[in-house]
């Protein structure tokens, strides 16, 4: 059985495991939530495979934890409250943007926000 804080110090894959644990979930259930085999939610939490950036944003997205902090450890697990208060104004205003846009906008915007910054 492992140690739920020691997890956390064990890389990404310790944390992700941590995260899955502490809510209580299966890998099995994990990997239903995230849409990726159970196989592979094993190779992430083993360190067999490192997640690609769309798991770790789905992943911090599922457990609200900082996307900083899942890969590297660093930083707050959780954005402060105030940083919550900011994005939820940012993307009501991207919801009022987004009324008067065509579907394929509103896709291209999501592409955009889902692409990896270097």
Known sequence: MDNLADLINQ??????????????????ALSI??????VLVNQFETSTRRPRDVYIKAIANLYEVREEWLLNGTGE???KDEDMEEIST???????????SSKEYARSLLDFLNTPKS
């Not at 310790?14 to 995260?19: E, Q, V």
């Not at 940012?90 to 008067?100: F, Q, S, Y």
């Open 90 to 100: 940012i993307a009501a205003e991207i919801a009022n943007i987004l009324r008067n």
């Open 77 to 79: 697990m959780k954005p």
């Open 11 to 28: 890389g990404v894959s310790g944390r992700i495991r941590f995260l899955r644990k502490s809510s209580g979930l299966s890998q099995k």
């Open 33 to 38: 939530k995230l849409g990726v085999s159970p």
